[in-house]
């Protein structure tokens, strides 16, 4: 059995991370989930949320969009739409965007279509206030 996990985490975009690992811990559509080396292959989907990955003592959090998570042979690929660590993300665009979400949501109804995007807008951007604010507690 393997003493790490490779991750690599891919958006449409770029790949964002490719880096050997001790743990991951993900969003999954149906609850969070860990991987630790040696996981039985699975391929699962993710929701918006927070995928953290640790490396030794250190722990690093990344907010992701919906994708999926495939793991095998001790590596595991996510493949999402898209993927901010925590210092890359833009505390002030983010609060931006959910103050928009939150100014929608108030004049939209259920019925609206525009309703579910808005709702997932501004579940992404409390995720990445969220995920921004991990880089702080960490001391970077």
Request: glycine content about 8%; hydrophobic content about 45%; proline content about 4%.
């Amino acid at each position: 059995m393997a003493e790490k996990l490779r991750l690599e985490m891919v958006t449409p975009y770029k790949k964002v991370l490719s880096q050997e690992v001790d743990e991951i811990v993900a969003p999954g559509v149906i609850g969070e989930f860990g991987v630790l080396p040696g996981h039985t292959p699975m391929l699962t989907t993710l929701k918006i949320g927070e995928l953290t990955y640790r490396q030794g003592a250190e722990s690093y959090h990344v907010a992701v969009n919906w994708g999926y998570v495939e793991v095998e042979n001790d590596t595991v690929t996510v493949l999402v739409e898209t993927a901010e660590p925590a210092d890359e993300i833009d505390l002030d665009r983010a609060k931006l965007a959910l103050g928009r979400a939150e100014e929608a949501l108030k004049r939209l109804g259920p019925e609206d279509k525009e309703f579910i995007v808005m709702q997932a807008a501004l579940e992404r951007a409390m995720i990445r206030i969220m995920v921004a604010g991990r880089k702080a507690q960490r001391g970077h």
